[in-house]
């Protein structure tokens, strides 16, 4: 793991570059000298780390004092795709974008896609919990079909944050039912990119005893500031 | 308004027994002296103010910072009730518990009670802000049909947590269309007397903007602690 740039930003959080192999990642760590608890953030569908929606919560998580990593995993953000695979996100984002039914062009572009970054996101945590300033148990946010398949077969993730649930792969689906560590799960109660019904859904079908899930109005990218306060605090009962 | 009772908790808390005409109630004021926001809070279904679920609640709410409320308000608790107020109380209790369709006789009991109801809260609401330790804007708490309408005919209210609505008599369903401050909807997941997809359906219908479901799993009672915290945070985010 090499750190290649890094910068204290004014609320105290160590902002780092780092790469592992062919994996491109972020670190962020408060301010404080002890080791604190480690949240993998991913954002969904495989969209870029330095994405800024994606920044500001890792920054925000940061300072209130997670150290929060998030990668480009293999075929996500900036790592270089195969023709093919530019070929299906592209099919992927028209058909969304026109309203059609996406669940085969879904299928075939993100399940390839969770498959291949789960193995990423484990290496990361292992060289992660490596460091000095970063500690167990180790918490999961963000996309919800690679927290699935992390928790399904990372016995280090001990509670995880899943938002917009509506489209998942159906080996993910069929995952969610093993799930057993606690789950906070956001639905955006008018996400057009997913069906309510099928979030609802996911959530009734996880095997986690504890799981609350927060339903706030508006689209997609509409999530009210307080449900990050509220993630804190989910992390907080979990991890500490 | 007349105080009847007052005991100083060990948390600080203040809390009175009071009478207003024919309505018992008990107030719960924090240690601080400056006037708090006030909260009314009702139990589901005309339940009695002294319920011990109630009764912590109320306690907790106040230890953190608000002024809380509840009555007995007519016909509701240990406010008496016509012979044939009871036999209704009676045949919605047998078919509850028998798990037959209540829809009738949960209209012909719940219906008239909420009707009662909200007067007697006005009443109150009118009393107690006209003392120096209690202050505005006000929430409302618990009960959902009675907090729809209070909060469709009462412009002090200013947000209002929700508890259970699976089932809500057909004026307040079609009242929460008015209701346009913010709310905090507790759904429990498998509450039994509360059809969840009729508990959803109320959540969709609400006018208000802003406005949360929390979902958590387990049967009516089974609400965890953090929800308290989380009410809380909601009320503050309102009332200060």
Redo the contacts between chains.
């Keep these: 793991m090499h750190f290649t740039s890094a910068q204290r930003r004014d609320d105290g959080v160590l902002e780092r570059e780092f790469t592992l192999g062919e994996i491109p990642g972020t670190l962020w760590t408060p301010e404080s000298a002890t080791p604190a608890p480690l949240i993998l953030m991913a954002h969904n569908n495989g969209l870029p780390k330095r994405e800024p929606r994606l920044v500001a919560r890792a920054r925000t998580t940061a300072a209130y004092g997670y150290a929060v990593a998030a990668i480009d995993a293999a075929a996500c953000g900036d790592r270089p795709r195969s023709a093919a695979d530019e070929r299906t996100r592209a099919d992927f984002r028209r058909a969304m974008q026109a309203g059609e039914a996406v669940d085969e062009v879904f299928e075939s572009f993100i399940g390839p896609l969770v498959e291949k970054a789960a193995p990423d996101w484990r290496t990361t945590l292992d060289a992660l919990l490596a460091l000095p300033e970063t500690g167990g148990p180790v918490g999961y946010s963000g996309w919800t079909a690679v927290g699935i398949r992390l928790a399904a077969i990372e016995p280090r993730i001990a509670a995880a944050g899943f938002f917009a649930g509506g489209y998942v792969p159906r080996a993910q689906r069929e995952e969610a039912r093993r799930i057993t560590i606690p789950l906070l799960m956001l639905l955006q109660?008018d996400d057009e990119g997913n069906p309510r019904q099928r979030a609802?859904d996911l959530?009734?079908a996880f095997g986690?005893?504890?799981?609350?899930?927060?339903?706030?109005?508006g689209g997609h990218t509409g999530t009210?500031w307080?449900e990050l306060?509220?993630g804190n605090?989910f992390f907080d009962?979990h991890l500490r």
Excluded: V
């Design positions: 109660w609802l959530f009734d986690s005893r504890e799981k609350t899930l927060h339903a706030n109005m009210p307080f306060d509220d605090r009962r």
